[in-house]
């Protein structure tokens, strides 16, 4: 009896290895934000971090004392990866007319590769709309400042109640400072895990104006003869791991272009891992690494099946899946986001 897996198994090695490969642009968030690390199993527990896995601690101990230990958390929350499939086709009149031999093999790697950017760019979606909602943050409490807002006033209100010294006016306007803001978001979610954010997702609004921004354009003028751009301002934010500005853009039911990510906010986030802008695993990439988010993905995926002909409508058909599910990782001292801020509207 044959075995069931035989009737659908098997990749195509070399279609399989350019899904791969493909490289994301640099304007990509997604894996930014939430960077690759495989897992074996379709379904299984969360790996959460606390303030005690990001936060420095003391391992001395006195003679016959107890000794410190360390346990990883798994978290209640379950995990179960999302399938994701797309398909490419070819008419056997586009093949006749590319002719034969290497000439399929480049259309194939083109198609492939199409289909790729296409799944890509759906992610983008997955992973800004996981880390755009304000009430998954830390709240603001009698001592500390939250780590989620709906705009620069309600920031304001938040901050002058803890005797906090915000940036003078919403972003936008001729008086704001955004380096005291950036500042204060970055105290704050240093204040819940003990380690300040490396890196930023901005919207294009934001970096729209961030370039014609008076303080940070009297500030450059003496550290730096370059025009301003996401490497000077990640500079000027104190933002290692870097800045991305989220160009990415979707169709509306109504077929009209919307931003993947809001065009007025800004996320700040730790990573403890260099961007990287390949779909696969970055080398070190863990998942017993405290971070923000990660994007977890089933080892050998994304995978392109064997193409097989379809007679009825006579085209050749390949499928390209891949299995992945975003999870924030990073929780504060509620168990809410904690190991990022996010504003949704800077100039409100």
């Known amino acids: 009896m044959m075995n069931l897996r ?18 994301l642009p640099e304007t990509s968030i997604a894996n930014f934000i939430a960077p690759v690390v495989d897992t074996p199993t379709r379904a299984g527990k969360i790996l959460r ?40 086709e070819l008419p056997e009149e586009v093949i006749e007319n590319a002719g034969e ?19 890509m760019n759906s992610y983008e979606v997955t992973v800004a709309e996981a880390v755009a909602t304000v009430g998954n943050y830390e709240p603001s409490t009698a001592s500390s400042l939250g780590l989620g807002f709906a705009n620069w006033t309600a920031y304001a209100a938040a ?18 400072n955004p380096i005291v803001d950036a500042l204060n978001w970055k105290r704050a979610v240093s204040n819940q895990i003990g380690i300040r954010p490396n890196g930023a997702v901005i919207g294009t609004a934001v970096f729209d104006s961030l370039l014609t921004n008076p303080a940070i354009l009297e500030r450059i003028q003496f550290t730096s003869a370059d025009s301003i751009d996401v490497d000077v ?7 290692e791991r870097g800045i991305r500005v989220a160009e990415g853009r979707r169709l509306n039911d109504l077929g009209e272009l919307q931003p993947v990510f809001p065009e007025n906010a800004m996320v700040l986030f730790y990573s403890p891992l260099s961007a990287s802008d390949s779909v696969m695993p970055a080398g070190g990439a863990n998942a017993a690494t405290p971070a923000f988010a990660y ?41 809410l986001f904690g190991s990022g801020f996010y504003i949704n509207d800077v100039f409100a």
């Open 233 to 239: 301002l990640a500079r000027y934010f104190g933002l």
């Open 295 to 335: 994007t977890y993905q089933l080892t050998g995926t994304p995978a392109v099946r064997p193409e097989y002909y379809i007679r009825e409508r006579r085209v050749v058909r390949a499928e390209i899946t891949v299995e992945r599910v975003v999870n924030i990782t990073g929780l504060g001292s509620t168990g």
């Open 6 to 23: 035989d009737t659908y198994g098997g990749v195509d090695p070399i279609l399989t290895t350019l899904a791969q490969g493909f490289m």
């Open 49 to 88: 971090f606390g303030k005690e896995a990001f936060a420095i601690q003391d391992y001395r101990r006195a003679y016959g004392t107890n000794i410190p230990a360390v346990q990883s958390r798994f978290d209640t929350d379950a995990y179960a990866l999302q399938q994701e499939v797309i398909a490419w």
């Open 101 to 119: 031999g290497p000439a399929q093999v480049d259309l194939r790697a083109i198609e492939t590769r199409n289909a790729m950017s296409r799944l």
């Open 159 to 176: 901050a002058t109640a803890l005797g906090i010294t915000d940036g003078g006016n919403p972003w936008g306007t001729a008086t704001n």
